[in-house]
């Protein structure tokens, strides 16, 4: 039988990943905010963290030896189901995030849309087309679980992360 | 006013070892100082380990022990000593924050997430439901 998941879950499931350490090929998420407003938008959850992870004694001499220490972020924007993300809003969501990292020296972001449906072919085309090499982006239709991300080693990275 | 306290085992498990040691390599000092043997004696760990426990109950409730009171407006967060006092209403941002090891925290931001200009609340050593707390919380700086 196929299992259902609807938004809430969702959400509540990318929390937990996250801050079990779902990402930690990409960074260590420590820190997470729910209805989380950026300007007049409202995050259901923003998820934070850095590239250098914290580790115990060998892997943490590593971390600071090899990596670089970057702020990162996800966040979680779902689209209503009735109703279609507009490019415009994308572009909105885009600018407004750009805006906070580099306003807080944030490196990489995430902006992961789920929705309980199909996204319009405009988005998803728009989406594909997209190469912003800082920020990562996904359209998830939450029931036939598929995953479409932007055209960017951040953007495909989201893959490793989401799972259903 | 609502009132959660709970003894950290966590802590108190590191006071004791402290002070269980120190007591220990002390007494062997001074044995060994004035008699030129070590006295090794039931009697004597049975009190080292009562004394122990004594210092380190105290230092754990002076330095570690957490309780935390609220109601709609105001919050007490008191740790050991020290003494916090705030509304809820000065706090703008509340996040869930993982110090590793399952340590769990609520952080209240004033303005800006990315200052550190916080409040951390241990819930992990209060013993609360993480998520529940923070629906809670979020209601109450929302009114």
Redesign the interface.
Known sequence: MKRVIDLRNFIDNIENQL?KGRGKWIAEF???????SLDNLVFPLVVRGQTRS?GFLLSRLFAYLAMPNYLVSCFVYPSEINSYLKKEKLKILLREISKMMK??NVKWSWLIIPKEGEFNQRIIKWVEKNDLSNIGVALVNLNTKNILTNNSVIGRKIKTILKF | MKKISKINFGDLGKSFSVFFILIVTLRVITNFLFTKIIIRDWWMLTIEIILAAILSYLYYRLKYHTTFSYDKDDFILETGKEKISYKWKDFKFISLYYSGLGKISLRLYRSDIYKDDYIEIPVYDLGLSPKEFREEVSKLISI
Request: hydrophobic share 25%.
């Open positions: 801050i420590n820190e997470s905010f729910i209805n989380y914290k306003k807080n």
